[in-house]
């Protein structure tokens, strides 16, 4: 069986969807809560950091798929990391 040369970007777009969409929920939760206490930053820096990453490779071999779901990831993933860094601060100055 041969595949469509577009095969490859379809399946790559599709995960990129469902990775990238896995955060939706969590940055809605931490913003509905106005409160992240059980948000690892560590755990999101270095996964910013990451993707970062990803998303220079996704431009070094002209992938599409890569780029986008990248860009949305870091988008997704920094804003969780301020929404993090702006809730705990108010918890500290609440608690003072």
């Known amino acids: 069986m041969m595949l469509s040369p577009w095969a490859p970007t379809l399946i790559g777009s599709v995960a990129a969807v469902f990775t990238t969409g896995a955060f939706v929920p969590q940055v809605l939760r931490v913003w509905r809560l106005k409160s992240a206490g059980e948000i690892s930053l560590t755990t999101f820096l270095v996964f910013a ?6 998303l220079v490779y996704g ?9 986008l779901a990248n860009a949305v990831t870091l988008v997704l993933a920094l804003s969780i990391v301020v929404l993090k860094l702006n809730y705990d601060r108010a918890e500290r100055r609440a608690a003072a």
């Open 49 to 54: 950091l990451g993707t970062s990453v990803w």
């Open 59 to 67: 431009f070094l071999i002209d992938s599409v798929p890569v780029i």
